[in-house]
């Protein structure tokens, strides 16, 4: 698995290179002895281009796994990205801080802690509500900062 | 007439130091999130703070992240840093046979003196280094910075190539936004949020809080840990405390010149002076067996080092290390530029620094004697716990900083290419080292050429550019040597 990931990245990243180069190319020149706004750009392009390139063929050559990534791993993965733009999102859409952060935070913990008995369950909630308590203190009350 | 304004200042920074070592040493103390992440979760409060403020609350946290690591070290026989791993070889024995809390009283002293020292070096030398470096050229910047990120690139990882890469990318997200000689727009994609390149504090909260919680999902999420905090006074008497004098002079001295160097850091100093420390020593045959030097000596030195690594950076402008580099965001974010013309410019805010810094390490000790019981029962705390709450206070400060969503979105995107990047073993300090670096870098560069008209020979002109040209030059032969020789022994 690492195999196939690291190679997919090698290739994104020369794609990336790839792509700063060209887009280099078409800012202005510089004069006066200067290099221009798009040397610096270029040359770091073509040294991730030339970088991975090197990796990719060093890992076709030689290379080890040294992880395998398990479905119940990925499974955990996924659900942390989709709760955290699920979070974001309603924040964004909503415009109530607050309010998001004590809905993620009690998901999150209800999710992830596996005893889901009614103690537990009323301990994610009161530690949802401490933690929202503390960053209105934090940042309203101490910082000034407006959410909503 | 004295002059106290300077005392009252220091009053009021005290509950921002406070703040940041209490985060330090609780984040030290975890084993897994360390001082990086504490740093990035403090980083965005900065925006309401003064200069000075914020930068002793983020040097708290590296102060405190250096003591907290032996916390668990000792009491959970886990280190929460790397650089406390030294610390278990007699921390753990001595733990077992007289009380942790003795343990954790020379992990303190040695912490406290260690950065005590640290302080003193920096407080002489940075000024006399940052007169001799106003002499210094664009070119000689250019090369200096360039050395820092060549030997950051050969140490960081294994992989030199993924180490490569990695400062490459760091580099171009430095060029991101409109160029400040040309007034061009560079590799924004037409997106007017990325005009004045991307949002730091959302490429920190990214790279390192956001990807470590990824890291942490996959991970043991419902482990509690255990463990045992009886016996946890960490006081010592006074023939104990002169009983490591020599092994605590060591370790800061191996601290603050390993720290002085690039890229090098708390980890290698901490493991060279306990082998310094067992070498000079005449119980040699005591340490691994709960031997207080082998305590001292360690922990020394991982405080020593914050003052060492401060040395360049506040000198000459150049950070050496990702937790240097994270505070250089605080400077930038407060419009000060540090190198050789703040010294001379704003002595008043340095002394506020070097002040700040020693009282620091002064109420680290303090706060390490009447709260490591209560640090010692936070390694307690399930990670289902904290990894929702670090994402949802670093998210917030992301959003403090720039009151833009575009930056909150960024940082999810980062945090995921960043955990993709970690599994596959690039060193992601790598990067954020190479982003703070890229402006000086590139703009010592153009400059120089512009002054020489184009003439390429200025940057092998003067005998400190040469001897930089050449270090550079012996470090990356040294690397490329070390991977053909460990290909040879791969291959056979």
């Not at chain 2, 980083?43 to 916390?71: K, T």
């Not at chain 2, 703009?443 to 930089?468: C, H, N, W």
Request: aromatic share 10%.
């Amino acid at each position: 698995m690492q195999k196939a990931l690291d190679n997919l990245l090698f290739v994104a990243f020369g794609v990336l290179g790839s792509a700063i180069v060209v887009t280099a190319q078409e800012m202005p020149e510089g004069f006066f002895g200067d290099i221009g706004a798009g040397a610096f750009p270029a040359f770091l392009g073509f040294g991730l281009l030339t970088s991975s390139v090197i990796g990719l063929t060093r890992n076709t050559i030689n290379s080890s796994s040294s992880f395998q990534f398990k479905r119940a791993q990925l499974c955990a993965w996924i659900t942390m990205v989709l709760l955290i733009s699920s979070f974001i999102a309603t924040w964004q859409l909503t415009g109530r801080f607050l309010l998001s952060l004590t809905g993620f935070l009690l998901l999150a913990f209800t999710i992830y802690r596996t005893d889901r008995s009614p103690n537990n369950l009323v301990l994610n909630l009161l530690v949802s509500l401490c933690l929202t308590a503390g960053a209105y203190w934090l940042f309203t009350l101490t910082l000034g900062v407006q959410f909503d | 007439m004295i002059d106290f304004s300077f005392a009252q200042e220091l009053i009021q920074h005290l509950p921002f130091i406070g703040l940041g070592l209490f985060v330090g040493i609780f984040f030290g103390a975890l084993p897994g999130l360390g001082m990086i992440v504490g740093i990035t979760l403090l980083l965005p409060l900065s925006y309401n703070m003064d200069a000075a403020g914020a930068i002793l609350m983020l040097l708290a946290v590296y102060q405190g992240a250096e003591y907290g690591g032996s916390i668990s070290a000792i009491v959970l026989k886990i280190p929460g840093t790397a650089m406390a791993a030294p610390v278990m070889l007699d921390g753990v024995p001595m733990a077992e046979s007289k009380s942790p809390g003795k343990a954790l009283g020379y992990s303190l002293y040695g912490s406290t003196l260690g950065g005590l020292f640290g302080a003193a070096v920096l407080i002489l030398l940075a000024e006399p280094i940052a007169k001799a470096a106003i002499a210094l050229t664009d070119a000689d910047i250019f090369l200096l910075a360039l050395l820092g990120l060549v030997t950051m690139s050969s140490l960081a990882s294994d992989d030199f190539v993924k180490s490569v890469i990695a400062v490459l990318l760091g580099l171009i997200a430095g060029t991101i936004g409109i160029d400040a000689m040309s007034g061009t727009s560079r590799l924004t994609m037409g997106l007017p949020d990325l005009f004045d390149g991307p949002n730091l504090v959302s490429v920190v909260v990214g790279l390192f809080a956001i990807s470590e919680v990824l890291k942490m999902s996959i991970g043991q999420m419902n482990q509690i840990r255990q463990i045992d905090a009886k016996d946890m006074n960490t006081s010592l008497s006074l023939k104990e405390i002169l009983g490591v004098w020599k092994a605590t002079l060591i370790g800061s001295g191996v601290g603050v010149a390993t720290g002085v160097l690039p890229g090098v850091g708390s980890t290698v100093s901490s493991w060279l002076a306990y082998a310094a420390a067992k070498r000079l020593s005449r119980h040699r045959k005591r340490f691994g067996t709960g031997e207080p030097s082998g305590i001292a000596a360690p922990d020394a030195a991982n405080n020593s080092t914050v003052g060492g690594a401060l040395l360049p950076f506040l000198a000459l402008g150049i950070p050496g290390s990702a937790s240097i580099a994270i505070i250089a965001g605080a400077f930038i974010i407060h419009g000060v530029q540090p190198g050789p013309q703040l010294m001379r410019n704003n002595p008043e805010f340095i002394q506020q620094l070097f002040m700040g810094f020693v009282a620091t390490t002064m109420c680290m000790f303090v706060m390490g004697r009447l709260l490591t019981t209560l640090f010692a029962r936070a390694l307690t705390i399930p990670n289902a716990f904290l990894a929702p709450a670090i994402t949802a206070f670093s998210l917030s400060g992301v959003y403090i900083s720039s009151g833009n969503f575009f930056d909150v979105w960024l940082a999810l995107a980062l945090g995921v290419a960043a955990f993709a990047m970690r599994i596959l073993g690039y060193p992601v300090a790598n990067f954020i080292l190479a982003l703070i670096l890229a402006p000086v870098i590139e703009k010592s560069f153009r400059r120089a050429l512009v002054i020489a008209e184009g003439d390429y020979q200025v940057f092998i002109s003067s005998p400190f550019s040469i001897t930089m040209f050449g270090l550079a030059a012996v470090i990356m032969t040294a690397t490329i040597f070390k991977i053909a020789i460990r290909s040879n022994e791969d291959g056979s």
